[in-house]
């Protein structure tokens, strides 16, 4: 696709969706951290829901860092997959202790080198946290979005990734973050997508 047509996408979405922003609420970039390691697999609804009582008896590193396992797990179980998010988050916190002097890294590298930090996970701290894109976070809206588009015949997040960064001005990173997920849950969804009211029908490659 030309690029032309990509910043066409992209400004049709920003009409669309001009309130497009982060779901997750969080109040400091480790509280941040901590939301998107729970939304792995989960809703950002859901988590909205489950962090309050977590970060009421836990919200810095050191506090998640002397939790017991066992108590974290209950606070966090409504999010799914707990027990391993549990042993992540207390690691997390326990090397940004060790190894940042208590604070959220702000590097892609030093993120992904916390225990349960991808790729996905560090481009949306970089994003949200300290309002520097480093990249475009594939999650499923993404994924599928980019599919239909044409943007992307690749299946892996990463590879999808780079694909989308070869064609997407840097200017427009945080746009693209916020507006294909935002696409994805209100018009092109999974299941049952509204093709008929969809503002990006002249580009898709797989209509209904």
């Not at 309050?52 to 590193?61: G, H, K, Q, V």
């Not at 809206?141 to 015949?153: M, V, Y």
């Amino acid at each position: 696709m030309k690029q032309k047509d990509v910043i066409q996408i992209i400004e049709i979405l920003k009409q669309s969706y001009p309130d497009a922003k982060c779901s997750l609420d969080f109040a400091t970039p480790f509280e941040l951290l901590i939301a998107v390691i729970l939304s792995a697999q989960c809703t950002d609804d859901r988590v909205n829901k489950t962090t309050p009582s977590i970060f009421a008896r836990c919200s810095t590193p050191e506090e998640f860092a002397s939790i017991p396992l066992e108590e974290l797990e209950v606070l966090i179980h409504p999010c799914g997959f707990y027990k391993t998010k549990s042993k992540n988050i207390k690691k997390t916190a326990q090397k940004i202790l060790d190894e940042f002097d208590g604070k959220v890294p702000q590097t892609m590298e030093e993120l992904m080198s916390l225990p349960g930090v991808g790729r996905k996970t560090a481009n949306v701290v970089m994003l949200e946290a300290f309002n520097k894109p480093q990249g475009i976070a594939v999650d499923t809206h993404a994924k599928r979005i980019s599919t239909k588009l044409g943007l992307s015949s690749e299946k892996e997040p990463e590879k999808i990734e780079q694909d989308l960064l070869k064609q997407i001005p840097y200017e427009y990173y945080k746009d693209v973050n916020h507006l294909f997920i935002w696409h994805g849950r209100n018009i092109c969804t999974a299941r049952s997508p509204q093709c008929d009211k969809c503002p990006l029908k002249q580009f898709c490659k797989n209509k209904s």
